[in-house]
């Protein structure tokens, strides 16, 4: 029987591999993260996504406990999942350290506005009231969703995923994101690293292998491609991926493969990069180039799928999108609304 892990019910994976995907030069820091899921009878199809249940850092952890005056194993119960917790475990895995809700400031009597735990703990110096009350207070810890980079058919007892790594600011501190960097720097192969899979609904490849596929994926937006890909590997279907990233030379994930799918016949590549000259050279300026055969996939049928930043690129992906169907028909907005109804405008954006 296949069981089913959820945010209350976690498999605990392993660390399998992990590497940088970036070569030596480039800007950016995006790994490649294998995990075991081996015996979890975990059972995924591509376009679906994986929930990671991350810890803080421990530094990061060490320096909110210095403001309590009760040592680290206190027991608590956790108030959401009602378990026997220490202090430290709580802190550690069920609180988001980077919010200072305000009813917890209302409730240890300060003003104003804290980026963090450790700016409003450092406004009362030591903390002496009841653990369990602020614990209730804090924000909790919610997981964090990775795109599925492999197939079953490709690696039934492991799964991939493509992480981006980058620091952000809070308050004045530049701090690393903490799922990224949970997945990056903090797990090693010894670490249980609590997660379940969470099943798309939309973002489906489709029934009939015959069906060509169009996939716009620039940066981390790529890892259900290479999923998607493994699995149709082989087959009658027709594969185009536009990818995207800042330089060809660093930044080019999964290169080799989608190389070799290319050499095989199996694809067709097309890339944007867009640090390698002065103008930024982004996956819709690709689309425009290929406009008219991107017009004649979707005249035979084609799904489109777009991957990656919801705040920008997918916006400009659709807009250009508009623009292509503008040339060839008398009715985008109608042809859109039909490609979305028909199920065969489909978009993963985060
Ligand atoms: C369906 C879905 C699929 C996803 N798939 C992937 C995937 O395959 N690979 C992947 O890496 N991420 C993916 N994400 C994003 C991922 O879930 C996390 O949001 C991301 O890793 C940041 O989480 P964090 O805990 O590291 O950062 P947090 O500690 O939650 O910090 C987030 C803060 O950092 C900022 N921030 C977020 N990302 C960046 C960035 N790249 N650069 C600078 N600032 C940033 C945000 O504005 C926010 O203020 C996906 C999200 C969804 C919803
Ligand atoms: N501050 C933030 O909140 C923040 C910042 C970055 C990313 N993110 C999130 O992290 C996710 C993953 O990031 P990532 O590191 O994989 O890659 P990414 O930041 O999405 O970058 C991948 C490629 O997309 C390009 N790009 C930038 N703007 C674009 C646009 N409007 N249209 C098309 N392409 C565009 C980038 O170019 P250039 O970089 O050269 O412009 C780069 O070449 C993003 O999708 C986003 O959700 C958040």
């Not at 009878?41 to 803080?56: E, K, V």
């Not at 308050?171 to 249980?192: A, M, N, W, Y």
């Not at 489109?304 to 008398?330: F, H, P, Q, T």
Request: include cysteine; proline fraction near 6%.
């Amino acid at each position: 029987m296949t069981t089913v892990y959820t945010k209350d019910r976690l498999f605990l994976a392993r660390l399998k591999e992990r590497y940088v995907l970036n070569k030596l030069g480039s800007t950016k820091q995006t790994y490649h993260v294998s995990l075991d899921i081996k015996d979890s009878g975990i059972q995924h199809q591509p376009g679906d996504t994986l929930a990671i249940m991350p810890s803080n850092q421990p530094d990061a952890v060490a320096n909110v406990l210095s403001y309590f005056d009760h040592p680290s194993d206190t027991p608590i119960i956790d108030p959401r999942s009602k378990k026997l917790v220490t202090l430290h475990e709580f802190i550690t895995q069920r609180v988001n350290i980077n919010r200072a809700p305000k009813k917890l400031l209302e409730s240890l009597g300060i003003d104003g506005s804290f980026p963090d735990l450790v700016s409003c703990l450092q406004e009362i110096g030591l903390y002496k009231d009841s653990v369990e009350k602020f614990c209730t207070l804090c924000a909790p810890m919610l997981p964090r969703f990775y795109s599925i980079a492999s197939s079953m058919q490709a690696s039934p007892h492991s799964i991939d995923l493509l992480v981006s790594t980058f620091t952000h600011p809070v308050g004045t501190r530049e701090v690393p994101g903490v799922g990224s960097d949970f997945l990056c720097h903090q797990i090693d192969e010894k670490t249980p690293i609590p997660l379940y899979h969470q099943a798309t609904k939309h973002f489906l490849l489709p029934e009939n292998l015959h069906t060509p596929i169009i996939m716009v994926g620039p940066g981390t937006g790529v890892a259900p491609y290479r999923a998607f890909l493994q699995e149709r590997e082989g087959g009658p279907g027709k594969n185009w991926l536009i990818f995207g990233e800042r330089q060809k030379n660093y930044d080019f994930y999964y290169e080799d493969f989608f190389r070799e799918m290319e050499a095989n016949g199996e694809l067709i590549l097309d890339t944007a990069f867009s640090r390698d000259q002065d103008k930024k050279h982004y996956v819709q300026h690709k689309l425009m180039e290929h406009k008219d055969r991107l017009w004649q996939w979707l005249e035979n049928g084609a799904l489109l799928y777009v991957c990656g930043d919801a705040k920008r690129m997918a916006k400009d992906v659709l807009n250009v999108l508009e623009n292509i169907i503008v040339e060839n028909c008398s009715d985008p907005g109608g042809y859109i609304k039909n490609m979305r109804k028909e199920k065969r405008l489909l978009l993963d954006v985060y």
